[in-house]
């Protein structure tokens, strides 16, 4: 006696079989389609801003001419806003982590900062904006300096950095710290010769992670209230100044076609910069990260 | 006392062994003397390991303190607007005209149809891709396919939102334009897909994360049964993996409800209470921009009511957000 009927497997089996391969092609469509997506744009944005793209370009000030405009303001004024961002959160939120990590006991308290940091970090960055309008523009009376912008900018990306430092700290073995308990040294020796040189690479690699949030991020920066115009560089953190994704904002918004051109070349800066401290991340993170 | 004496004896011996041993050491020096000066030593790194951990929470106490900031900038701020504009209006009027001097009119719910519209929109393309982008990382690609897929999508994730804006505007608008005749040139359906598109990588990652974590056993018993791979993955791996996929979709529409710069460069600035895609439209964050840039004076009506706008805002991402973390704990299957 035959117990399986191989007509009835093949017709019940074909159907679903083909289903499986079907599908498996709409799947792998879908996967491409982001890529094609990131193709195009890319594609789009090279070609339309290649032709304005030049040293000229980097050296000269905006202009109401499209000709004769650049990014030097908007270029100069992003790595101000990097120089007050990098240290400034990175000392909060390795600051932040060490505590969370090393020393906080687990209570109510210590719970209540992680909920508060994972909620911070769903927050839109307009809000930032309006509480950076509020407490540094206004209230401490910095106006729209790179020190109002730079302060709002790192309590943006603090959750990015206290995450990336926590992981990094909790894949340090504790056996490293026991051993060096072990020599005699005091709680903080160790975690500054022993758990930070081994966590070094993982916090620097989020923290340039959280730097490029920095730099591309533009919502909160209009309700500062920086301007859409300046032919000007700042001398100090208490000056006014431009970024790259404003001066982006504002040549988009413009009707005539020469303007997006120099959006398209303004935006083809602003994602070398991008790329550029990306592939540092990765080296970092490549040539330095320990596995224990 | 014959113990004792031999006891002592021996003492004795010892430390003529220990006393040698020192001797016989470049420096000389007893560990009971050693431990007894460390713990009357109040150098510097006493105090250090005193005053760091405190430091270390100061800066831990920031980011609470952003919260509370947050918060409390906006309820004060709102509270002003709600001593000029009535709640009731503002909660219920079907017209938002701020910047009428005569017959303002303060209605969030232009402002909110307009942010449902976009997000809804982006939810309809970005859930469908993503989740497929998901299923085809987790079940079907090799592992160096997913290695280098994975990080590909990641950038996309990673281009910030004023170069989307500026691909929404002057690539998908246009193209939308010669299928769609009647469309304007700002609309909600172009910003609305290429928010989507921001957002797929998120639901892709994310929802990829979760229904890696399904054990391999789940996936080889049901293979094992017959089972074809496209069945395995929705009727074993997905349900298995449903909280951390539904989180993440809610997670990814929070950030499009957030989503600002490609809004207020392609969405337009016309708050209308209606279900059309096609016109141009204002979100509660295009709004925030709008009145940013413009010079709207501090302590004006207009100005408080970004505030108030803010805070809506702010809530509806609040929800959600919870809502995400509510899901990913509630119903998490633990394997």
Same mark, same amino acid.
């Given at each position: 006696?035959?117990?399986?009927?191989?007509? +009835?497997?093949?017709?019940?089996?074909?159907?679903?079989? @083909?289903?499986?391969?079907?599908?498996?092609?709409?799947?792998?469509?879908?996967?491409?389609?982001?890529?094609?997506?990131?193709?195009?744009?890319?594609?789009?944005?090279?070609?339309?801003?290649?032709?304005?793209?030049?040293?000229?370009?980097?050296?000269?000030?905006?202009?109401?001419?499209?000709?004769?405009? *650049?990014?030097?303001?908007?270029?100069?004024?992003?790595? $101000?806003?990097?120089?007050?961002?990098?240290?400034?959160?990175?000392?909060?939120?390795?600051?932040?982590?060490?505590? /969370?990590?090393?020393?906080?006991?687990? =209570?109510?308290?210590?719970?209540?900062?992680?909920? =508060?940091?994972?909620?911070?970090?769903?927050?839109?960055?307009?809000?930032?904006?309006?509480?950076?309008?509020?407490?540094?523009?206004?209230?401490?009376?910095?106006?729209?300096?790179?020190? !109002?912008?730079?302060?709002?900018?790192?309590?943006?990306?603090?959750?990015?950095?206290?995450?990336?430092?926590?992981?990094? %700290?909790?894949?340090?073995?504790?056996?490293?710290?026991?051993?060096?308990?072990?020599?005699?040294?005091?709680?903080?020796?160790?975690?500054?010769?022993?758990?930070?040189?081994?966590?070094?690479?993982?916090?620097? &690699?989020?923290?340039?992670?959280?730097?490029?949030?920095?730099?591309?991020?533009? !919502?909160?920066?209009?309700? @500062?209230?920086?301007?859409?115009?300046?032919?000007?560089?700042? +001398?100090?953190?208490?000056?006014?100044?431009?970024?790259?994704?404003?001066?982006?904002?504002? $040549? #988009?918004?413009?009707?005539?076609?020469?303007?997006?051109?120099?959006?398209?070349?303004?935006?083809?800066?602003?994602?070398?910069?991008?790329?550029?401290?990306?592939?540092?991340?990765?080296?970092?993170?490549?040539?330095?990260?320990?596995?224990? | 006392?014959?113990?004792?004496?031999?006891?002592?004896?021996?003492?004795?011996?010892?430390?003529?062994?220990?006393?040698?041993?020192?001797? =016989?050491?470049?420096?000389?020096?007893?560990?009971?003397?050693?431990?007894?000066?460390?713990?009357? +030593?109040?150098?510097?790194?006493?105090?250090?390991?005193?005053?760091?951990?405190?430091?270390?929470?100061?800066?831990?106490?920031?980011?609470?303190?952003?919260?509370?900031?947050?918060?409390?900038?906006?309820?004060?701020?709102?509270?002003?607007?709600?001593?000029?504009?009535?709640?009731?209006?503002?909660?219920?009027?079907?017209?938002?005209?701020?910047?009428?001097?005569?017959?303002?009119?303060?209605?969030?719910?232009?402002?909110?149809?307009? &942010?449902?519209?976009?997000?809804?929109?982006?939810?309809?393309?970005?859930?469908?891709?993503?989740?497929?982008?998901?299923?085809?990382?987790?079940?079907?690609?090799?592992?160096?396919?997913?290695?280098?897929?994975?990080?590909?999508?990641?950038?996309? !994730?990673?281009?910030?939102?004023?170069?989307?804006?500026?691909?929404? /505007?002057?690539?998908?608008?246009?193209?939308?334009?010669?299928?769609?005749?009647?469309?304007?040139?700002? =609309?909600?359906?172009?910003?609305?897909?290429?928010?989507?598109?921001?957002?797929?990588?998120?639901?892709?990652?994310?929802?990829?994360?979760?229904?890696?974590?399904?054990?391999?056993?789940?996936?080889? *018993?049901? @293979?094992?049964?017959?089972?074809? +791979?496209?069945?395995?993955?929705?009727?074993?791996?997905?349900?298995?993996?449903?909280?951390?996929?539904?989180?993440? %979709?809610?997670?990814?529409?929070?950030?499009?409800?957030?989503?600002?710069?490609?809004?207020?460069? !392609?969405?337009?600035? #016309?708050?209308?209470?209606?279900?059309?895609?096609?016109?141009?439209?204002?979100?509660?964050?295009?709004?925030?921009?709008?009145?940013?840039?413009?010079?709207?004076?501090?302590?004006?009506?207009?100005?408080?009511?970004?505030?108030?706008?803010?805070?809506?805002?702010?809530?509806?991402?609040?929800?959600?957000?919870?809502?995400?973390?509510?899901?990913?704990?509630?119903?998490?299957?633990?394997?």
């Amino acid at each position: 006696m035959r117990l399986i009927d191989h007509a +009835k497997v093949v017709n019940n089996m074909k159907p679903r079989i @083909l289903k499986n391969i079907f599908f498996k092609g709409v799947f792998f469509a879908a996967t491409m389609f982001g890529l094609l997506v990131l193709g195009i744009l890319l594609y789009r944005i090279l070609t339309q801003g290649i032709g304005y793209l030049d040293l000229q370009f980097l050296q000269s000030l905006p202009s109401r001419k499209p000709e004769m405009a *650049g990014v030097k303001t908007a270029l100069i004024g992003t790595i $101000w806003l990097m120089v007050v961002v990098a240290p400034v959160s990175l000392l909060l939120g390795v600051g932040t982590a060490i505590y /969370l990590e090393e020393y906080a006991r687990k =209570n109510q308290f210590t719970n209540f900062i992680q909920i =508060n940091i994972s909620n911070l970090a769903g927050v839109p960055s307009i809000v930032f904006g309006l509480l950076g309008l509020t407490v540094f523009v206004r209230a401490l009376a910095l106006g729209t300096s790179v020190l !109002a912008a730079g302060l709002t900018m790192s309590l943006l990306v603090l959750p990015i950095i206290i995450v990336a430092s926590q992981e990094a %700290i909790r894949s340090v073995p504790n056996d490293l710290r026991q051993a060096s308990f072990g020599m005699g040294a005091t709680k903080w020796q160790t975690i500054l010769r022993v758990v930070m040189p081994a966590a070094i690479p993982g916090i620097l &690699t989020g923290g340039i992670l959280a730097l490029s949030r920095a730099i591309g991020e533009t !919502a909160p920066l209009v309700v @500062l209230g920086l301007p859409l115009f300046l032919a000007f560089l700042p +001398k100090s953190v208490f000056d006014m100044f431009t970024v790259l994704p404003m001066q982006i904002y504002n $040549w #988009t918004g413009r009707p005539q076609e020469e303007f997006h051109a120099l959006a398209a070349a303004g935006i083809i800066v602003l994602l070398i910069l991008l790329i550029f401290m990306n592939s540092i991340a990765v080296f970092i993170r490549n040539k330095f990260q320990k596995r224990y | 006392m014959r113990s004792a004496r031999r006891a002592s004896h021996l003492a004795m011996r010892m430390k003529g062994v220990l006393t040698l041993a020192i001797q =016989n050491s470049p420096k000389s020096f007893s560990v009971q003397e050693m431990i007894a000066a460390k713990k009357q +030593k109040k150098g510097p790194s006493s105090s250090i390991e005193k005053i760091v951990p405190f430091l270390l929470l100061l800066t831990a106490i920031v980011s609470v303190l952003t919260t509370l900031g947050i918060v409390f900038t906006l309820i004060v701020e709102t509270f002003t607007f709600f001593g000029r504009i009535p709640l009731q209006e503002f909660l219920t009027a079907q017209k938002w005209y701020p910047f009428s001097e005569t017959q303002g009119s303060y209605g969030i719910l232009p402002l909110v149809s307009g &942010t449902l519209k976009v997000t809804l929109i982006a939810a309809i393309v970005a859930v469908p891709i993503g989740l497929a982008s998901a299923i085809f990382l987790s079940e079907y690609a090799s592992d160096r396919t997913r290695r280098i897929i994975k990080p590909i999508l990641e950038v996309l !994730a990673g281009i910030p939102t004023i170069v989307y804006g500026f691909f929404a /505007l002057t690539f998908v608008t246009p193209i939308l334009r010669e299928i769609i005749p009647t469309l304007e040139i700002f =609309n909600a359906l172009s910003p609305g897909i290429v928010i989507g598109i921001m957002i797929t990588p998120m639901i892709a990652s994310l929802s990829e994360d979760s229904m890696s974590s399904v054990p391999n056993s789940m996936r080889e *018993g049901a @293979l094992a049964l017959g089972s074809t +791979k496209f069945e395995v993955s929705l009727k074993v791996v997905l349900p298995a993996a449903v909280s951390g996929v539904v989180a993440s %979709i809610v997670l990814a529409i929070s950030r499009a409800i957030g989503e600002t710069m490609i809004v207020a460069v !392609a969405g337009g600035s #016309t708050p209308n209470l209606n279900w059309d895609i096609t016109s141009s439209i204002q979100t509660m964050t295009a709004y925030i921009v709008q009145v940013s840039q413009g010079d709207a004076g501090y302590g004006t009506t207009i100005y408080y009511s970004i505030y108030a706008v803010g805070f809506t805002l702010f809530v509806f991402t609040l929800i959600m957000n919870l809502l995400a973390q509510f899901i990913a704990r509630r119903f998490r299957e633990e394997y």
